[in-house]
DNA sequence: TATGAATGAGAGTTCATTCAT
DNA sequence: CATGAATGAACTCTCATTCAT
C-alpha cells in the first residue's frame, strides 16, 4: 500500500541486480547512521555515500535527490511499523473491548521501541521535507485498522465512534512521539507504557454508549437532587 | 522564567530603547511570516532583514546569529503558551478533580489554537535547530503546573501521581501536536477537544486511589468465581 | 532599448555605488577575457569570479545565474554594434543609393571589427544558450534602421522594399559572421570589405524599379527575337 | 573527401558487420533525435545510448568518446551537402554566367532545406565543439567546386576571382544561416531564395572584367566632364 | 562483444556572517 | 549605530567514461 508520489521523489532505478541492492541498503543504512550520529543538520549527500562506501553517482543513480532519498526512508520505516499495527488489530477482531485497546497501544509502542533512535531520527528528518503525505497516509492506515477492530468488539458499540478513533489515535501516536524526543522521558517509557495502556481503556470504556448513558442519568439524578 | 540559554544564543544587547525594541520586534515579526509563507526552507537571515527592513547587519547587532534568533522566537511563543496553562491550573487548585482536568485541557488547546499557522510554523523551525531544551523547559513548566493542581485537587489522592502527569500530559500535548500537523484533522479540532476532555476525565477518575481500589476488588472477586 | 527578459536572466540588482560598478564591470570583462582564451567550455563562474578577483558570492550577487551574466554581456555587445549601425543609417538618408549601401556594409563591418576576437567569442557563447532573442532583437533593430534609410534614398524606388531588407541584412550579417569564424579567412576580411559593398551596390541597384522594369524589357525582346 | 582527424576524433572500429553498422547508424540517428527535441545541454551519451537502445559501453566500442560521435554526424551532414553543391557546380561548367550562378544558390539552399531542422540542431552542436576544421573543410570543398564553375563559365573572365568566390560563398552560406536561425524569417526562405538569387546573378555580373571595364571608363567619363 | 553499475572531478549555486564605510 | 558589499566553505547534483561481469 504505496502512497503515490511524485515524480521528483520517485527511486530512480529499481535495483534488480544482486549487487544493486546491496548498494541501495548500504545507502539507506548509512543515511540512518548519519542521522543518529550527527542530526540532520550533518546529512549531506556525500557524506551518506561516503559511509556507504559508494560514489556520490552511485547514489545519485538510485535516488533523484537527496529527498528522494530520506522520502523512501521515512516510507519504509513508516510502512514497517503499519503493518505491524495492522496486523494486531485484525488479530484481535471480535475481541472484549480490553484487550483491543491494549492490542493498538502495545503494538504501537512496541514498532517505535523496536529501533528507538531511528524512530527519532526519522521523526525529525521527516518533518524538514514535505512529507506530510508520508505521515498521512500512516494515520489513514492506522484509522481504518482501529475503526475496524473496535467496530467489532465485544462489549460496547460507541456514539460517536469516528471521533473517538481519531482522538484515541492521535493521543497515542502523539503522546508516544512525545515521550521519545525527550532525552530524560524516553528512560520512562515502561511506565508510559502502563499508563497509555489504563488511559485507553477508560477512555473507551467511556465512550460505549452504555456508559455515555449511564453518565446523562447520573447528571440528571444530580441536577434533580439540587433542585 | 527564560530558561538558561548558552552564549551562542544569548541575544546580543538588550534592547531598552524604543527604537531598538521596534527592530528586535520587526525582525521577529518577519521571522514568522517568512516561516509561515515559504516554510524553513526559504528562510534566510538575508530575507529577514530585508522583509523587517533593516539592514543585515542590524540584524546582527541584535542577534548573535540565526540560530539565536529562532531561539527566541520558539522561546517566545512557548513561554507565552506556559504562562497560559500556569495560570489556568493555578485558577483550578483544590477543584473538583473534573474541574482541573478541563482546564489543563482547555487552556493548553486555546492557547495553541490562538495562532495555530504560527504554532505549527514554529514547531517545524524547532525541530531543526537543537531546541530540546526549550521544548524540555515547557515540558517541565507544564509538569509542575499539572502536578501542583492534581495534588491539590478535590475528591482524589494519585497513587503514582508522576506517572500521571507524564502520560496525561504528553498525551494532550503530543495529540494535540498530531491534530495540529495534518491538513485534514485540523478542521476536525472542535471534535478533538470534546473527546479529549472525555478522555482526560476518564483516565484521571481511573487513576484515583479509590478506583484503582475498586478495580483489584473487582479482579479478585472475578478470579473467586472463576475458580 | 533593451529587449525584455525573463526573471532568470535578470540583473539581480543595479550597482548603485562605485564599488559595485566596478565589480560589475569587473566580471564582464573577466567573462570576456575567459571566452576568448578558453571558449566556453573553459567558462566556469568560480573561474570568472576568480579572474574577476572577486568571490564567487559577489558574483551571484549581481547575476542570478550563468546564463544571466552571458546573456548581460551579449546584449550589451550585440546593442553598442545596433546603435552604431542606426546611427550611420539615419545618417545617410536621403542620399544616394551607393552611398546609403557603402553605410551600411561600413557600418556594419566596423562594428564587428572594433573588437573582432570578442565578437567571436561572444558569437560561440550565444548560440549556446537561449539567445536567439537577443540576436532578433538585434536583427529587428537593423531591419527598421535599413528600411527606413532605403525607403529615403536617392535614385530609386523598390518593388518590394521588405524582400530586399530582409536579404540583404541576412547576407551582410551572415557573410560577415561566416568569415569572422574561420581562422584563415579572417585576414581576407578588407578584400571581404570590398567585395561587400560591390556586390550590395550592385543588388540594391538591380532591385530597383526601374532596373527591373528594364531587365524585363530585355527579357521579352530576346524572346521575340527567338521566336 | 574526408577531413583528416585526430586520433581523439577517429571512429574506433570500422563497423564492417551488419549488425555494427546498425548499432552506428541508430546511435547517429538518437543522437539528431535529441539534439531536435531539447538541445544541446540535453545531449549526455547516456540519453544517446538509451534513445539509441544499446548500452552506454556498446556506444563506447564505436565512437571514442562524444566529441568524436558529433564530429563524426556533423562531418556526415556537411559532406552530403558538399556532395550535392559539388555535383550541381560540375553540370554547370560552361555554361552561361546567370545559369551558374543559379545552380550554385539554388543546390546549396536546397541542400540545407532537405532536413531544415536537423541543419539547425548541428549548426549548435557544431559550435560548441572544436568543429571548425569541419566547417572550413566544407567551405574549401565549396570554394573550389565554386572556383572551377565561375572559371569555366560563358560570358566572362573575373579580374579577382579568389575575391568573389570567397565573398561570394559566405554571403550565401552565412545569409542562409542567418535565416534558418531566426524563428520568424524562415518561413520568408522562398522570399530569401529569390532574392539571393537576383543578388548573386547581379553581383556576379558586375564582377566581371567587362563590367569592371565599363565602369572604370564611366568613372573617368565623369571625371573629366567635372574638370 | 555487449552490458550497465560504478566512478568522481567538478559544475552551478546558496547563505550565514563580517567589516569597511 | 546602521549599512550592504563582500566573503567562501559547503552544498546538491551531473555526466563522460571505465571495467568487471
Not at 481504518?144 to 467489532?152: C, G, I, S
Request: with cysteine.
Amino acid at each position: 500500500m504505496t502512497v503515490l508520489k511524485s515524480d521528483r521523489l520517485m527511486s530512480r532505478k529499481q535495483p534488480t541486480q544482486a549487487r544493486s541492492q546491496a548498494t541501495v541498503e548500504a545507502v539507506l543504512e548509512a543515511t540512518i547512521q548519519l542521522l543518529l550520529h550527527g542530526g540532520s543538520s550533518a546529512l549531506t549527500t556525500n557524506r551518506i555515500a561516503k559511509k556507504a562506501g559508494v560514489s556520490i553517482g552511485t547514489l545519485y543513480q538510485y535516488f533523484p535527490g537527496k529527498e528522494a532519498l530520506l522520502y523512501a526512508l521515512v516510507g519504509r520505516h513508516l510502512d514497517k511499523a503499519s503493518d505491524a499495527v495492522e496486523r494486531a488489530c485484525q488479530a484481535h477482531r471480535a475481541m472484549p473491548l480490553a484487550a483491543c485497546s491494549d492490542a493498538f497501544v502495545n503494538s504501537y509502542i512496541d514498532a517505535k521501541t523496536g529501533n528507538p533512535e531511528a524512530s527519532r531520527a526519522l521523526y525529525h528528518a521527516s518533518t524538514e521535507l514535505d512529507m506530510k503525505d508520508l505521515g498521512s497516509g500512516m494515520i489513514a492506515r492506522l484509522h481504518r485498522a482501529v475503526r475496524a477492530m473496535l467496530f467489532a468488539a465485544q462489549g460496547g458499540k460507541f456514539a460517536d465512534l469516528d471521533d473517538v478513533v481519531l482522538t484515541w489515535v492521535a493521543a497515542v501516536t502523539g503522546g508516544t512521539r512525545q515521550i521519545f524526543e525527550e532525552d530524560d522521558t524516553i528512560a520512562r517509557l515502561p511506565v508510559f507504557r502502563t499508563q497509555l495502556l489504563q488511559m485507553s481503556r477508560a477512555y473507551l470504556e467511556a465512550s460505549t454508549v452504555t456508559a455515555v448513558l449511564e453518565n446523562c442519568v447520573a447528571i440528571i439524578e444530580a441536577e434533580d437532587l439540587s433542585d
